[in-house]
């Protein structure tokens, strides 16, 4: 029995946060699953966009299906998405990327770097501070290194080290904690390696970076996969972990019920990874899969279906998946 709070957001998070409810209720129908109001939409209508009530119950949670919250460039609006992450100490931001002969993990630290959120404005210019500590370094980096070595066994660390200070006590502990885990590494300049990510996919495995530039890499990356709609990620904790979709709130098509629901639906794949559910997981991936192969896609990936119809039409796979697993003549 898990405690899941719901937190759809704003704009397209309340459309695509349906979909993947529904998966997620298919395999545990038992849970509990609590619902949250927060967000812009809830600063403009309360004025706070993340009350304490809200707060205390996201900190109660077990597990957290999240959509997307609008930040407006408005300097009395602080953001809600990076203070439940530093509230909730999620520190690792896992950010899945796969396709036709690649499959990436890139690991983003969450709680700090150039979005530490100590900044502050003088008269003629504005600062923000770009915090790397040791043990915020460390445990990403133990992260990381877990993670490749359950797989192929490579960590690339991406890094600007050769202008940046911080960045070269980042790659120092990095390169310590991989060699902890006897995996290989290589070291790569942020800049050349988004573009050696996005022409040569298949060369990569883990990846680790700080926090603005894996947030970049992550939405470049999302090229691969066919756009925003695909990615989701998991923000982990010691003993929390919160699910939300790589995009945002996406104002441009919220409210026209296109948005596609599977990053959104991915997460609950990632979630089920997360509480040892390994197959059911995979047989989610299988419905993305069948429903895509059947041509039922939302514009974003060149087809006509809105996101109740992609959402219902892998939920219908996954009960047909679920059907011929348990066939037994
Ligand atoms: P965005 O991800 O919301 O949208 C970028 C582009 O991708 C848009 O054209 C959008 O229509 C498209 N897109 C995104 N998700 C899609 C989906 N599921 N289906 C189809 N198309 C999709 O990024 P943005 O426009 O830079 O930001 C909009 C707002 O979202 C901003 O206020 C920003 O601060 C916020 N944001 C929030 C989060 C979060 O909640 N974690 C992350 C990124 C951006």
Not at 29 to 56: F, H, M, Q
Not at 69 to 82: E, G, M, R, W
Not at 156 to 183: H, P, Q, W
């Amino acid at each position: 029995m898990k405690r899941v709070v719901v937190a759809p957001g704003d704009g397209i998070g309340p459309e695509v946060i349906p979909s993947a409810l529904d998966v997620l209720r298919f395999f545990h129908p038992d849970w509990e699953y609590i619902p949250v109001y927060l967000g812009y939409e809830c600063w403009k209508r309360t004025g706070d966009a993340l009350s304490p009530k809200t707060l205390d119950t996201l900190k109660k949670a077990d597990l957290i299906l999240f959509g997307a919250i609008t930040t407006p460039p408005d300097p009395k609006y602080h953001s809600v998405v990076l203070r439940i992450r530093k509230e909730l100490d999620l520190y690792a931001n896992l950010r899945p990327v796969f396709g036709d002969g690649f499959d990436i993990l890139i690991v983003r630290e969450n709680t700090e770097g150039l979005y530490s959120g100590i900044e502050w404005q003088e008269k003629d210019r504005a600062c923000t501070l770009r915090v790397v500590s040791e043990a915020g370094t460390r445990r990403i980096a133990r992260i990381a290194s877990g993670c490749a070595k359950r797989r192929r066994r490579h960590l690339t660390i991406g890094n600007k080290a050769n202008v940046l200070k911080s960045d070269s006590y980042f790659l120092e502990i990095c390169m310590e904690e991989a060699e902890r885990a006897g995996i290989s590494i290589d070291k790569k300049y942020i800049d050349s390696l988004v573009l050696d990510v996005l022409s040569h996919p298949e060369r990569y495995d883990v990846i680790v970076t700080t926090n603005i530039f894996g947030d970049i890499l992550s939405d470049a990356v999302a090229f691969l996969q066919g756009g925003l709609g695909m990615l989701p990620s998991a923000n982990l904790g010691r003993h929390q972990a919160l699910f939300e979709p790589v995009h945002g709130s996406a104002p441009d098509i919220a409210g026209k019920g296109i948005a596609n629901p599977i990053a959104a639906i991915r997460c609950v794949s990632l979630l089920l990874k997360y509480v040892g559910e390994k197959p059911f997981a995979i047989e989610v991936e299988k419905a993305i899969q069948k429903t895509l192969a059947d041509g039922i896609k939302t514009p974003d990936l060149g087809g006509t279906a809105t996101t109740s119809e992609v959402g219902r039409a892998i939920l219908q796979n996954l009960i047909s998946i679920k059907k011929e697993e348990t066939i037994d003549l």
